[in-house]
């Protein structure tokens, strides 16, 4: 029995030494193999780890970084001084008595606002909005650079909100205009501004990406009296300073300026912004550059009513639609054209008319001004005719 239990005692013995040596022997196999993968990257320089993965390096620069490369040195910060009218109300202003010996204080008060720009030319021309810089006593435009000019108001039109500043330099760098209409929904979009006055900390452009949402977005005048018509809408945040900035699509070309947004309760961006479109934005350059402004004060000599089946069925209308003319002022536009009861107007330059209140929202509307001419669809006599009248200025 004692020499069972000896054996027994051994065996367990030597089991133990062989499982420690085989411990031992898996831990420093792996010690080897830990110590053979960290050697080369801890052979590598730093600055050149990322050669390990170098499709990480390439495509931090793409189509949206090479466009804010492009554009933004172009885009400017504006600081604005107005002088505003301020109206403190009479504590009697609804008792008519003690109004007259206590009327209402109107007081000047100097404030200060801010907006974005972009540079549109080499020579100093800069386009916004014209809320940015309505009523201002002085203009300053910071440049990317750093640079700081008083600017002076080349001209603007309100209707459109849009405004042409002017400063004195050479040899800056501008955005170049793209095709507006070309923008395709869903395609990138990016607003670069100055938003909330960051500009002038460090004289840098701040940048937000979107998508196009929408195109030919029409509001009707708002209570400033402002008509935007063909407006893009993009996702990309827009916020207090943003007006006037650019929105430049991935090739770095202006689409767009951004111009007013959409909020809950006074707050900010909620992705419903708004740009005029660079193909207007381009005929009002020219337009502003070369005479400082729109005249819109033309006149058309027209009097109309809208069609009903009666009037449909006695002039032998296709359809139920348009205005019928019912007088026209002798010398006028309207008579010069040859146009004469009982004409029905069907369209204006290609826009459908449905009734008069159509044919008053495309021409006193839109951006027609003295000098165009318009292109009307005229049923008479039982078939349809084009007419064209020249808008001539008012009085």
Known sequence: MRLIGNFIIGALIGLGLALLIWTVGVGQSRGHRAETAAAPTDALPAQDVHLLNPEVSQTRQNAITRAVKDASPAV??????????????????????????????????????????????????VLTNEHVVQGATEIVVTTSAGEKFTAQITGFDYDSDV????????????????????????EWAIAIGNPFGLFAIHSQPSVSVGVVSATDRDFERNAEGKL????????AAINRGNSGGPLVDAAGELIGMNTMIFTEGGGGSIGLGFAIPSNKLKQLYDDLRQRGGLDRDFWIGLQVQDV???????????????VVVTGVEKGSPTDKAGIQPPDVILGV??????????????????????????????????KGVKVSMKLEKKG
Do not use: C, H
């Open 228 to 235: 935007y018509q063909d407006m893009i809408q993009t996702d």
């Open 349 to 382: 330059n290609d826009a459908p008319i449905r009734d008069s209140a159509d044919i008053n929202r495309i021409l006193r509307n839109s951006d027609l001004r003295v000098g165009d001419e318009v292109r009307l669809d005229v049923w008479r006599e039982g």
């Open 308 to 322: 009903n089946r009666v009037i449909a069925v006695s002039l032998r209308l296709p359809e139920l639609r348009g």
């Open 76 to 125: 400017v910060g504006i600081n604005v001084t107005q002088v505003r009218e301020i109206r403190a109300r009479s504590p009697f202003f609804d008792d008519p008595f003690f109004r007259q010996f206590f009327p209402d204080q109107i007081y000047r008060q100097k404030v200060e606002n801010l907006g974005s720009g972009f540079l549109i030319s080499p020579d100093g021309y």
């Open 163 to 186: 405004a042409l500043l002017k400063i004195e330099d050479s040899d800056f760098p501008y955005i170049r205009f793209g095709d507006s209409d070309s923008a395709l929904i869903g």
